[in-house]
T-cell receptor, first 114, second 116 residues
């Protein structure tokens, strides 16, 4: 099975712009979660989508949004970019194994805001 | 709220040394516990997991036991190799009100360097 794919892998944007990141989950996985990874804050949960519905949301401002399509592919959008949004954005797709979720991560999108 | 605290590195060991990375957690209810590993330039890979008290997760020579009485999930390996050099993250997932476990809460990560 192919793993989780994320596009693009690297992105450079300017403050004030917006950006859209894409994630394709492992075939058959219906849940997609997004995380932000920075040196200072570590790994922080952004949101989770399941069957096109946002099921859970982390503590991020409304500039961060996402959606999920009927084929389970997901996108996240960040509007009005700030320097502090520079980070590695990781997507994970999930399946239930032995009663608990196992999350499988993609390689991430490295976003640099200048 | 739920949280994970793990020893911060960096940790530097010689090949074949014994490894312990401490991890403790705070959570309501009965979370599932995980160790993830991140190699340079890559995403996270699930290393092992445990879903209930006294469970032992193991993979590739790594082990961790879910200790509810001490709220700990320490990672151990008897003999590390240079190829084990990476950043290790302890994480928990707790079922939220919507029934989802899709949000992992991570520790800060521990960077391990193994010298030949």
């Amino acid at each position: 099975k192919a793993g989780v794919t994320q596009t693009p892998r690297y992105l450079i944007k300017t403050r004030g712009q917006q950006v859209t990141l894409s994630c394709s989950p492992i075939s058959g996985h219906r849940s997609v979660s997004w995380y932000q990874q920075t040196p200072g804050q570590g790994l922080q949960f952004l949101f989770e989508y399941f069957s096109e519905t946002q099921r859970n949301k982390g503590n991020f401002p409304g500039r961060f949004s996402g959606r999920q399509f009927s084929n389970s592919r997901s996108e996240m959008n960040v509007s009005t970019l700030e320097l502090g949004d520079s980070a590695l954005y990781l997507c994970a797709s999930s399946m239930i194994i032995a009663g608990s979720y196992e999350q499988y991560f993609g390689p991430g999108t490295r976003l640099t805001v200048t | 709220g739920n949280s994970v605290t793990q020893m911060e590195g960096p940790v530097t060991l010689s090949e074949e040394a014994f490894l312990t990375i401490n991890c403790t957690y705070t959570a309501t209810g009965y979370p599932s516990l995980f160790w993830y590993v991140q190699y340079p330039g890559e995403g996270l890979q699930l290393l092992l997991k445990a879903t209930k008290a006294d469970d032992k997760g193991s993979n590739k020579g790594f082990e961790a036991t879910y200790r509810k009485e001490t709220t700990s999930f320490h990672l151990e390996k008897g003999s590390v190799q240079v190829s084990d050099s990476a950043v290790y993250f302890c994480a928990l997932s707790a079922t939220n009100y919507g029934g989802s476990q899709g949000n992992l809460i991570f520790g800060k990560g521990t960077k391990l360097s193994v010298k030949p």
